[in-house]
């Protein structure tokens, strides 16, 4: 490679760095001067966290975990643009004092440029600490420690320096436009049905704007936290012109109305977009009809309650550069499967295949998702979303592998995540029903079961559902029961043991399935599909060394530098 060409490489990497950077989602300033920036981002599946600190001086930067803000215990890096080239080192600090260098460096630099008085440091980790002297990254609040000098001489900061504290893995943005305005869609007084379970839906319009208008945070609005176990928003097509309220799936008017806006579950709190996207409403997006979906779970069958539960959106007329939207994946919600007694892990599959998005819209385009949120009932116990490419898996979308339905939420992904039109995405849930005597169904009820994966993601599409279910003609042959009445009365009475459960799902597994498009306006396309094979994907290990597989070669020049240095 030539002087020139090597030069142009450099220029490109800095280049793309100052765009838009799905591998970098979050930002916080540091310092209420904002002097020091931080960017990041993280790969769950991997185990990996990503960095860019941007601070405004031409000397020495530097970028810490303390236990308790200050110096002693902290883990630190400390990096530079001199004279004689970039620098960067792993350290700690055992008080006051100069940071002493690691014996084993686990952070990786990615990139270091100084220019017109600003130094911009890019660096990838572990999320698990690999040493003594580093501190593992928790889904709790840290303290963030950050200070620079002058000059390139390591030395005492003097007030340049400062402790913020962040949840990095849990990180929920918090912006308020200065136009900011919000409006409520909830229930008015209603007298909640003393069932174990009840889905109650009202179909209200939403406030009209002349212009379009984004909204940027999700606020629940819960009077009664023991009963209500999600909330979902629809909007309805055009077709649909009244207010209207009833049990949800039991009249017309209501089940047209199926394009996903908004969900929240149980143990959840605000939604917040990122700054780069906001869901549509308004202005040419249509004065439609919504529809709120709540799940009331009463398992005590209390009489008397009276419920005002609902959702609060906060909008803005600062339009951002996307319109978002939510897509809905998994196992199409029916009866039609069931999940066997004494099973202690039994996986259920639903596939979203976005090749045939095009049957069902004019325009369709790749999905940048940043955000998902995974949903079963009692019996499930993990959530994985497998993504596939040209017939490979080639990452998990989300993954909760240890999923408690007390505890749903809508969660940022570490990074934005492309899914390309034609990619697979296999939703598998793990349940488990040890403690169960009887076939446990899919269905609405607490007590049968969903396996669902929500997907936030820009630009919008007018879609609804990429969503499947086995071929139940399919499975009743392959289990030699051709009618519905002998296939239902074999699953009924069947010994359920381990080699009964495992040929069960394995039966599910192979037979081809019914991959269902619908859009908006409930277009819907039917299509053949085959459930690929998930495998794990390991966490990488402890970083160490200048090589880094996604910019080797510029990892290469820049840590050859430093020798040369």
Known sequence: MGPLSLVLLLLSAQWSCAQEDPLLPFSEHLDPEHNVRLKWGFDEIQGTILFQLTVNTSGWVGFGFSPKGGMTGADIVIGGVGPKGSYFTDRHAGGNSIPVIDQQQNYKLLSLTESDGKTVMKFQRSVESCDENDLSITNLPMKLIYAYGQSDDIMYHNNRRGTKEVNLLKYMPRVTPPNSKYFDMTMANFSVPALQTYYHCKIMRAPTFERKQHIYRIQPFITNFDLVHHLLLY??????????????????????????????????????????????????VGDFFYRLEVHYNNPNKSAGRVDNSGLRFYYTSELRQHDAAVLGTGLVVAPGYAIPPKAKSFLTYGLCDTAYIPKVLETSHDLQVFSVMLHTHLTGRKVRVGHFRGGKQIDFLAADENYDFEYQEVTNLG????????????????????????????????????????????????????????????LRSEMGTPSQNAWLNMMNNMTWNDTSINKYQQTLKKIDQLVIIADSFKNISRNPGMIPDLKVIPPAPCMSGCAIKSLALISLLLCLAVHWA
Do not use: H
Request: include cysteine; charge should be negative; hydrophobic fraction near 35%.
């Open 415 to 474: 990074q934005t995540k492309t899914v390309k039109l034609g990619d697979k995405l296999l939703v598998e849930c793990t349940y488990n029903t040890e403690n169960r005597t009887t076939l446990t169904w899919g269905g609405l009820s607490t007590s049968e079961e969903m396996c669902l994966a929500f997907l936030f993601y820009y630009p919008a599409m007018n879609l609804s559902g990429c969503m499947s279910f086995p071929n139940v003609t399919t």
């Open 235 to 284: 909007r309805c097509p055009p077709t649909v012109t009244e207010p209207f309220e009833a049990q949800c799936y039991t009249k017309l008017s209501i089940n047209e109305c199926m394009e996903t806006i908004a969900v929240w579950g149980v143990g959840g709190g605000d939604f917040e977009l990122p700054e780069m996207a906001g869901l549509p409403i308004g202005g040419n």
